[in-house]
């Protein structure tokens, strides 16, 4: 489990490619890899990866063999030599979790429509692909290239997809790669579990108690622009 607090700023040292398999080595930002141990987990841009091998005395890097899935459904598969990324250590037993909780499964890309920069703020409206869009709201929690965020705004489109935005403060900009990221750029998301969860028990629960009245219900919603989905979104949490 990750915190969604990122520790620091990765780059990728050396590249192998290999059938069905792309190895990569990281180097860490002073003091990030004490400790650390082949075997451990570390959440790679939000991506929960396995140590595969160190180097240098004090753990200065580290091996990573990423599997096809995960090169398909990441970023990772378009990481270059000097690439940066964010990186967090797996959370320990009483840790603070400063951020949500995290499994460091990604669950789609994101991409960067547009960035707006108010007077020390950084703004970036990120696109959703459907249906994935049915678990983001404003105020709720989201994961961003494992970094926990706050959804400021969100909307969903026709057909299920959509947009939403989140706020950066100068201090989240210095410590993540967030202000190096330009209109078009790819974003790891991890939806938030409990939402997930909430969101699909209620779905089914409409599904199994409306039958064959669903089709007249969903009708009825579109003409005032609403949809079950609205139906099945909880109640706003407080921002982080």
């Known amino acids: ?4 607090i990122v520790q ?66 990441t970023t990772l598969a378009t990481l270059q030599l000097g690439s940066r990324v964010n990186v967090e250590r797996a959370a ?29 703020n950084h703004v970036l409206r990120i696109a959703v692909p459907a249906p994935w869009m049915r678990y983001v709201f404003a105020k709720g929690y989201i994961a961003v290239n494992g970094a926990s965020l706050t959804v400021s705004e969100a909307q969903r489109e026709a057909g299920g997809a959509g947009w939403f935005e989140v706020w950066l403060i100068p201090e989240t900009l210095r410590a993540t790669t967030f202000a190096e990221k330009a209109e078009g750029a790819a974003l790891n998301i991890e939806i938030e579990r409990q939402t997930q969860v909430f969101v699909d028990t ?32 909880p109640v706003a949490l407080p921002p982080r």
Request: glycine content about 14%; charged content about 20%.
């Open 1 to 4: 489990m990750f915190t969604g």
């Open 8 to 73: 620091g700023i990765a780059s990728v040292q050396a590249l192998a490619d290999q059938p069905g398999l792309r190895s990569f080595t990281l180097r860490f930002p002073p003091g990030f890899g004490a400790g650390l141990a082949v075997g451990a987990s570390v959440a790679v841009d939000g991506v929960c990866l396995t140590v595969t091998a160190l180097q240098g005395g004090d753990s200065e890097a580290a091996r990573f063999d990423v599997m096809q899935q995960s090169l398909g459904l």
């Open 92 to 120: 320990r037993d009483g840790a603070e979790i400063g951020g949500h909780p995290l499994s460091g499964h990604v669950d789609f890309t994101g991409r960067v429509v547009q960035v707006r920069r108010p007077e020390n």
């Open 202 to 233: 209620v779905r089914d629960a409409i599904d199994e108690r409306l039958g064959p009245l669903r089709q007249a219900l969903e009708s009825l919603l579109r003409h005032q622009g609403q949809s079950l989905d609205d139906l099945a979104r």
